[in-house]
C-alpha cells in the first residue's frame, strides 16, 4: 500500500447529476468496507451525487465538468479538447496529492480523462463502461487509448456491452463483465390490499396499471409506449401508465415537453401520470401490474431487477443486455425496438392474462433477481479489487506514458 493500511481508491465521475451510472457508483460505496477501503469521489459540484457521495461515507473533491460529446464540428472538437485538458490536469494533481492505490472511472468519460491523467504516475485505472459507444471516428481513438494503455482495465455491465465496447479492437482480455446488482431489501415483494401510491396518484385499485420508470430521455421509447396505449385505450378503458422520473440533463427537457403534449393531444390526460423523481421507486413498482421498459439501446436494464424483486412482470424491448436478464415468456416478455404496433398488441393482451403475469412474476422473483443482489455484485466487484491491488506497480512506466502521447498524437 501507498499510505496506511487501508486500499485507496478514487471513484472519478464526469458528472455530478445522477442517472443510471450514479446510482451503480453509490451501490459501490454503499457495499465498501470501510476498515478496507478509502474511497475519494471526484465528481463536479452540480447536482446532487457529491452530497449522495458523502451520506455513503466517501470524501468528495470538486472536478470540472467534461461537457464533450461526439460531433464532427472542428470548433466543438477544439472546445471539447480544450476542456478536456483543463480537467486531466486538474484530475493529476489530485492523483499526485492523494497517491491513491488505483483510479475506479465510473464512465467513458471519466475513464479517458483518468487514463491520461495517470499516465507515468504508475497507477492503474479502471474503467466502468455503463452505456453504447456512438457509431463515431472518436470512438476508436477512445478504444484505441484503452488499447494502449497497459494499465487499464475495463468493466461493462453486460456481455452486450463489453462486445460492443471492444468492437474490432483486442481488447477483450481487458474487459470484463460484472452484471450490476441492487440491495433487494430495498424492493420488497408487494403485498395485497390497497396501495398508498395509486392513492396518491388517484388511480383505482381496479385498473390495469402499467409503469415506466427512469431516466426521461428518446432512448427509453416512453412515447411510443404513450402511443401504444392510446391505439388500444377503447378495448382496455382502464389502462394508466405511470411515468417514474425526470429529464436529468437539460438537453432532454426537451423531449419531457413533448411527452407532455403527446399527452393532451392523444386525450390520455386522465389516464397518463407524471410522478417527476421519487428517492424510491419501490412503491410505484409494487402498486404496478406491469413495468415496461421500451428502449432502443439498454446497456443493462437496473429496474428490471428492481421490478423482478417486487413481483412486478416486465415487458422490455429485445436490445443491449436485456436479454441477460429476461428471457421470453419464462421471468418477462421481449418485444423488438421499435415495434409500436407489437407493443400496443402485447400491452392488452398482457392486461386480461392474470395468471401468465403472476406465474412469470413468481419465477423472476424467485430465480432471477436473487442473481443480480447486492451481495452478488460486491463479491464480484472485490475479486476485481484484490487482483488489481496484487498486481500493482508503483514505478513510473514510461512506454505507456510513450504510447499515449503517441495516441493523442495521431
Known sequence: MTHTSKTRVLYVNHTGRISGAEYVLLNILRGLHPSRYEAWVLCPAEGGLAEAACEEGALWLPLPPINARFTMRPETILQSLNQLWHVVRALRRYLISLNPDFIHANTVRAGIVATLGAAG????????????????????????????????????????????????????????TIHNGIDLTRFPLKQTGASSFRKEMGIPEESFLICAVGQICARKGVKEVIYAIERIRRRNPGMHLAIVGNAVFAHEEEYRDSLLLAVCHSGLAERVHFTGQLKNVAPALQASDLLVLNSSEEPFGLVLIEAMSCGTPVLAT????????????????????????????????LSFADSSRRQVADVAHRTTSPQFSFQRFHRDLRRLYLEMELTLQPEYDSRETLAIANCGSR
Open 121 to 176: 504516475l504508475g497507477r492503474a485505472v479502471l474503467w466502468h463502461v455503463h452505456d453504447s459507444l456512438p457509431h463515431h471516428p472518436v470512438s476508436s481513438v477512445v478504444r484505441l487509448l484503452a488499447c494502449l494503455s497497459r494499465r487499464t482495465q475495463i468493466i461493462a455491465v453486460s456481455h452486450a456491452t463489453a462486445r460492443e465496447f471492444c468492437g474490432q479492437f483486442p481488447l477483450q482480455r481487458k474487459v470484463r
Open 318 to 349: 429485445r436490445v443491449g443486455g436485456v436479454p441477460e436478464i429476461v428471457t421470453d415468456g419464462s421471468n418477462g416478455w421481449l418485444i423488438e425496438p421499435g415495434d409500436t404496433i407489437g407493443l400496443s398488441a402485447k400491452l392488452l393482451e
